[in-house]
C-alpha cells in the first residue's frame, strides 16, 4: 500500500510559477502510475495530469499544455508538478494520486490518495 503527501502549495501571484510535489512511501512506487488532480471552491475535482511508471505516458488536460509540467523520480519516489504562468482560475487544492496499472485521466481509476495541498493565485 502507498501512502502519499503533498507539498509545496502556496500563496502565489498570477504569471508566477509553483512546483508540487507528491511523496511516496510504502509498496514499489516505481511500478504506479500516478496523477495530479485539482478541486476548486464550489468545483468538482478535475483531472490535471497524469504520467506513468517510466514516464514514456504522458497526459495532460488540454486547457493546461504548456503550463503545466509532469515529471517523476523513481529513485526518490516523488512526482512533480511544474505549474507556471499561474492565473487566479488555477487556485485550488490539489491531489496526487497512484494507481497499480495502466495510465489512465479517469479519477475512480487511483486507489490511492494524498490529502492535498492548497495552491493560491492571487490576481
Known amino acids: 500500500q502507498v501512502q502519499l503527501v503533498e507539498s509545496g502549495g502556496g500563496l502565489v501571484q498570477a504569471g508566477g510559477s509553483l512546483r508540487l510535489s507528491c511523496a511516496a512511501s510504502?509498496?514499489?512506487?516505481?511500478?504506479?502510475?500516478v496523477g495530479w488532480f485539482r478541486q476548486a471552491p464550489g468545483k468538482e475535482r478535475e483531472f490535471v495530469a497524469a504520467i506513468n511508471w517510466n514516464a514514456r505516458n504522458i497526459y495532460y488536460a488540454d486547457s493546461l499544455k504548456g503550463r503545466f509540467t509532469v515529471s517523476r523520480d523513481n529513485g526518490k519516489n516523488a512526482v512533480y508538478l511544474q505549474m507556471n504562468s499561474l492565473t487566479p482560475d488555477d487556485t485550488a487544492v490539489y491531489y496526487c494520486?497512484?494507481?497499480?496499472?495502466?495510465?489512465?485521466?479517469?479519477?475512480?481509476?487511483?486507489?490511492?490518495w494524498g490529502q492535498g495541498t492548497q495552491v493560491t493565485v492571487s490576481s
Open positions: 494520486a497512484a494507481r497499480t496499472w495502466s495510465l489512465t485521466i479517469i479519477e475512480g481509476a487511483y486507489d490511492y
Open positions: 510504502g509498496g514499489t512506487f516505481s511500478s504506479y502510475a
